[in-house]
């Protein structure tokens, strides 16, 4: 399996805070069965200043140490970032840290605040899909506004975004309403991966595979598969 989203790089973020963290989350993502593991460490102005080339290097020196630690999982770096304008300066830059590509456009992985969908977000989606970046919407399920009212994601996957879905929140531990909202997308065929966004050990551990075993309840075995394996697989090539 692949998972595509989460803050196992140590120390840049609110995920894992030092080195023996990161390497106990990896053993255990691998114990699930993740055979390849993308770092989306957060970007977001005024709270994670992180940019590519400050966690380029970090990056570098963890890949080293998980090698010497013998940890058999293959590691990509890329990002969370928060939605925002700075995004459009981070790409004219080229400063952004992709997570792959998806039928010819680069792809962002894009967090939206959990409360609300901000006003003016869809413009920012237009201006991404203009030059040939597809957006994947990170956690939409958590996303409250979104939970009240999912036809206010349409917009976002009429023009073209991606939708990953938290494992954790397929299990219920995000709440009913989380729930009822994945539940929903996946049975619509909306979303297209499934995740951890893993943080921690403790409450936010990297289970994927408890997320694909709950799913396939909801939509089968071979779909829920799909978004662990052939759909991540397509964004990375393999």
Not at 98 to 103: F, I, V
Not at 151 to 163: S, T
Not at 220 to 228: C, I, P, R, Y
Request: hydrophobic letters at 40%; glycine letters at 6%; a positive charge.
């Amino acid at each position: 399996m692949i998972d595509i989203h989460s803050h196992i790089l140590p120390g840049v973020d609110d995920g894992a805070a030092d080195i023996h963290q990161a390497l106990a989350m990896l053993r255990l993502a691998v114990a699930e069965g993740v055979t390849t593991q993308i770092l989306t460490p957060h970007i977001e102005a005024g709270r994670y200043p992180n940019t590519g080339a400050s966690l380029k290097k970090i990056f570098n020196v963890f890949v080293t140490i998980v090698k010497k630690e013998n940890i058999d999982i293959k590691l990509k770096l890329a990002a969370e970032v928060r939605i925002g304008p700075e995004i459009m300066q981070m790409i004219s830059d080229e400063h952004m840290p992709w997570l792959g590509k998806w039928q010819g456009a680069n792809v962002i992985l894009l967090e939206l605040p959990h409360s609300n969908v901000p006003v003016g977000s869809i413009n920012i989606i237009k201006w991404l899909t203009k030059h040939n970046v597809c957006p994947v919407i990170a956690h939409p399920e958590r996303n409250r506004e979104l939970q009240r009212d999912i036809r206010k994601l349409k917009p976002f996957v009429d023009e073209g975004c991606l939708l990953q879905i938290t494992a954790s929140s397929i299990t219920g531990q995000f709440g009913r309403a989380a729930f009822d909202t994945a539940k929903l997308l996946l049975e619509n065929q909306t979303a297209t991966f499934i995740a951890t966004d893993s943080h921690n050990l403790q409450y936010r551990p990297p289970k994927l595979k408890q997320g694909v075993e709950a799913a396939s309840k909801l939509i089968g075995e071979k779909k829920s598969l799909a978004l662990v394996t052939t759909h991540p697989e397509k964004l990375l090539n393999i």
